[in-house]
């Protein structure tokens, strides 16, 4: 498996608005493929981008990181995060009122925009960046 920057990884995802982040999981995919058997493949990645289909294929692609990295990192725990993530951020947005727009705002602000995205995006960018640390200290 590759070694790969935590920093490069978030900048990356930053410069290309959250494109590289779909790259990595391609190229982490075909990486653990060929380092993993057969049972332990993750589909193609066009399963990826099917609901629901794709949250087998998430399931899979958890599964094999932690066979990866031998068990250092949990699947269930991989599998689970980005989605608790958002439900707290979500839930903290709105309550702070930044997502739904508050009524003096009549509607969705830039910052409702950013708090949505937020809600989101940043739950997958996590759990990439706990995968990869997860990879980089199995590979040493």
């Known amino acids: ?22 790259y990595w999981y391609y190229v982490t995919k075909v990486e653990m493929n060929a380092v993993n058997n057969q049972k332990e493949r993750v589909p193609a990645y066009i ?14 692609f958890c599964k094999s990181v932690s066979i990866t990295t031998k068990g250092k990192a949990n699947h269930t725990f991989m ?5 608790i993530v958002a439900i707290v ?6 309550a ?14 830039i910052v409702s925009f950013v708090s949505l995205i937020s809600v989101l995006y940043l739950p ?14 199995s590979s040493k």
């Open 1 to 22: 498996m590759k070694r790969r920057s935590l920093l490069a990884v978030i900048l990356l995802n930053i410069i290309t608005v959250g494109f590289y982040q779909f």
């Open 89 to 94: 951020l979500f839930a903290v947005g709105f």
């Open 124 to 137: 997958f960018l996590l759990t990439t960046l706990y995968m990869q640390h997860k990879l980089n200290t």
């Open 47 to 60: 399963w990826f981008f099917i609901s629901p289909i794709s949250f087998w294929w998430w399931y899979r």
């Open 96 to 109: 702070s009122g930044a997502i739904g727009g508050s009524p003096e705002l009549k509607g969705w602000s």
């Open 79 to 83: 599998f689970f995060m980005p989605y």
